[in-house]
Structure formats: structure tokens, C-alpha cells
């Protein structure tokens, strides 16, 4: 069992035929439903997944954080993963654990698989709302840091390691090359629905920049961007925790209103 705040989740297992199983922990509660998708080679278990778990029990709201393939206590490798088949997760949780409209919260690199689940299941999803999110980083904030050298040395080993949020990670070609199939910056992206998008000004991992830039290809009309200064790429200080809940309550409310629920 996983204490947090007084609520108590076991943690179920969603099994797959055709690729690894998946942990997940679920509250039951009104719709919108609630999905947290956290970033790489992170977890279900971060702080901030936890407070949002925490916020909807309190406001009885159906809730979903898992750990994707290769990740905390899902199967897989996760030198295996890449975008596409982190995306499938994503939609595979959507399809088998959720019904009706959801509200996606993608944190880092979850921020970038909700904008692609969301271009697959548009019609279920009722908002988004990106917590540091980062769209496009093997291509723009892994490759393109690499010198020559380590080029090719990706190219000549399949693999290289870099440092991540102070950890040393192996990074396959694999990876590199399935995200360039999945680039969202450099183009219009097709989704309606509110957004929400807040970023730290001393965030060192992903530039806080990346949540403008992501406002401009976003079709929608209703997209909010709160950049604060002193935050860093994790947003797990009391304050952000704050806003984050401010935030969501706030995107809760206006989805509702816009189905009319």
C-alpha cells in the first residue's frame, strides 16, 4: 500500500499482450478524470503525482498515475523505450483504465506524451496541463548538446551515456531517431482543448522558454502559460505544489463548463 495524506492506493497492474505490463494506482470519482504522466526515468511515486492524488480524493475526482514501461515498478527495460512506445502507454492507459473526458497533466517528458496522446484520443480528452513540459528534448536538448565526438560515438555504439538531473542515463540511437518522428515545435499543433502550461525561470534541465514557444504552434485559443522565477525543473517546492493545485482546480472547472457537465 502507498500512505499518502491519509489515502491509501494499491497499486493494480495493467497486463499487455503484445508488450510490457504496466503499474498503475487509481482512484474512482467523478469526471473529468485525472491522468499523471511523469517524465524521464521518473515515477508514479513523485511528489507532485502524489498531491495531485491527494487533491483528488478530496474533491472526489477520478485519478490515474502509472509508471511507464522500464520505469519504477513497470516491466520493460528502459533502454528500450522510446517516445513511440512511451506514447503507447500512455493511450493504452487512456483506452483500458479511463472512461470518459480526461484531463492529461504531463510532467517534463510526460508533457510532450500528452501532446501526443492527445493528437490520437482528441475526443477524450478535456484538457491538458503541462508541468515543465518538454517537447522535443532527445532532439533539441540530448542530440543537439552532443559534440562530434559523441555523434559518433552514438552512431558507432548504438548508445551513449549522459548525465540526467545528476544522473548518469544511457541514451540509445534508438531513442534519438523515434523521436524525430514525433517532433511537435517546428509546426502547427492541432489541439483545441484549455491548456494549461507552468514552468520555473531556473529550471537548468529544460528551458522555460520551451512553454512559450509551445503556446505559439498550440490551435487553441485557451492556453495559459505561468512562469515562475524561482522555481526550479522539479516544481515540488510547498508553493508550486500550491499553484499547481490552484491551477488544476481551475482547469477542472472550465473543462466542466465546456461539457456541460
Same mark, same amino acid.
Given at each position: 500500500?502507498?500512505?499518502?495524506?491519509?489515502?491509501?492506493?494499491?497499486?493494480?497492474?495493467?497486463?499487455?499482450?503484445?508488450?510490457?505490463?504496466?503499474?498503475?494506482?487509481?482512484?474512482?470519482?467523478?469526471?473529468?478524470?485525472?491522468?499523471?504522466?511523469?517524465?524521464?526515468?521518473?515515477?508514479?511515486?513523485?511528489?507532485?503525482?502524489?498531491?495531485?492524488e491527494?487533491?483528488?480524493?478530496?474533491?472526489?475526482?477520478?485519478?490515474?498515475?502509472?509508471?511507464?514501461?522500464?520505469?519504477?515498478?513497470?516491466a520493460?527495460?528502459?533502454?528500450?523505450?522510446? /517516445?513511440?512506445?512511451?506514447?503507447?502507454?500512455?493511450?493504452?492507459?487512456?483506452d483500458?483504465?479511463?472512461?470518459?473526458?480526461?484531463i492529461?497533466?504531463?510532467?517534463?517528458?510526460?508533457?510532450?506524451?500528452?501532446l501526443?496522446?492527445?493528437?490520437?484520443?482528441?475526443?477524450?480528452?478535456?484538457?491538458?496541463?503541462g508541468?515543465?513540459?518538454?517537447?522535443?528534448?532527445?532532439?533539441?536538448?540530448?542530440?543537439?548538446?552532443?559534440?562530434?565526438?559523441?555523434?559518433?560515438?552514438?552512431?558507432?555504439?548504438?548508445?551513449?551515456?549522459?548525465?540526467?538531473?545528476?544522473?548518469?542515463?544511457?541514451?540509445?540511437?534508438?531513442?534519438?531517431?523515434?523521436?524525430?518522428?514525433?517532433?511537435?515545435?517546428?509546426?502547427?499543433?492541432?489541439?483545441?482543448?484549455? /491548456?494549461?502550461?507552468?514552468?520555473?525561470?531556473?529550471?537548468?534541465?529544460?528551458?522555460?522558454?520551451?512553454?512559450?514557444?509551445?503556446?505559439?504552434r498550440?490551435?487553441?485559443?485557451?492556453?495559459?502559460? /505561468?512562469?515562475?522565477?524561482?522555481?526550479?525543473?522539479?516544481?515540488?517546492?510547498?508553493?508550486? /505544489?500550491?499553484?499547481?493545485?490552484?491551477?488544476?482546480?481551475?482547469?477542472?472547472?472550465?473543462?466542466?463548463?465546456?461539457?456541460?457537465?
Amino acid at each position: 500500500m502507498m500512505q499518502t495524506s491519509g489515502i491509501s492506493t494499491k497499486t493494480s497492474i495493467l497486463t499487455r499482450d503484445y508488450c510490457s505490463a504496466i503499474a498503475y494506482n487509481k482512484l474512482n470519482g467523478e469526471n473529468p478524470g485525472i491522468v499523471f504522466i511523469h517524465g524521464f526515468k521518473s515515477n508514479k511515486n513523485s511528489e507532485k503525482a502524489l498531491a495531485i492524488e491527494n487533491f483528488c480524493a478530496n474533491h472526489n475526482k477520478a485519478f490515474i498515475r502509472f509508471d511507464m514501461s522500464g520505469h519504477g515498478e513497470s516491466a520493460g527495460n528502459f533502454e528500450d523505450g522510446t /517516445i513511440s512506445s512511451w506514447t503507447n502507454d500512455v493511450i493504452d492507459v487512456l483506452d483500458s483504465l479511463t472512461s470518459g473526458p480526461q484531463i492529461l497533466i504531463g510532467s517534463s517528458m510526460g508533457g510532450w506524451l500528452m501532446l501526443l496522446a492527445t493528437l490520437a484520443r482528441c475526443n477524450r480528452i478535456a484538457g491538458l496541463f503541462g508541468l515543465a513540459a518538454a517537447p522535443d528534448f532527445t532532439e533539441e536538448l540530448i542530440f543537439n548538446s552532443f559534440n562530434e565526438k559523441q555523434k559518433e560515438t552514438l552512431l558507432r555504439k548504438n548508445y551513449i551515456m549522459i548525465k540526467n538531473c545528476s544522473e548518469a542515463l544511457l541514451v540509445s540511437n534508438k531513442l534519438i531517431k523515434d523521436g524525430r518522428k514525433h517532433l511537435i515545435l517546428q509546426k502547427q499543433i492541432n489541439i483545441t482543448c484549455p /491548456i494549461r502550461l507552468i514552468h520555473g525561470q531556473k529550471d537548468n534541465d529544460v528551458p522555460w522558454n520551451t512553454a512559450l514557444r509551445l503556446q505559439e504552434r498550440l490551435v487553441s485559443d485557451d492556453v495559459e502559460v /505561468i512562469l515562475i522565477k524561482s522555481s526550479d525543473h522539479h516544481l515540488n517546492k510547498p508553493d508550486d /505544489i500550491v499553484l499547481i493545485k490552484e491551477v488544476l482546480d481551475s482547469l477542472i472547472k472550465k473543462s466542466k463548463n465546456l461539457l456541460n457537465l
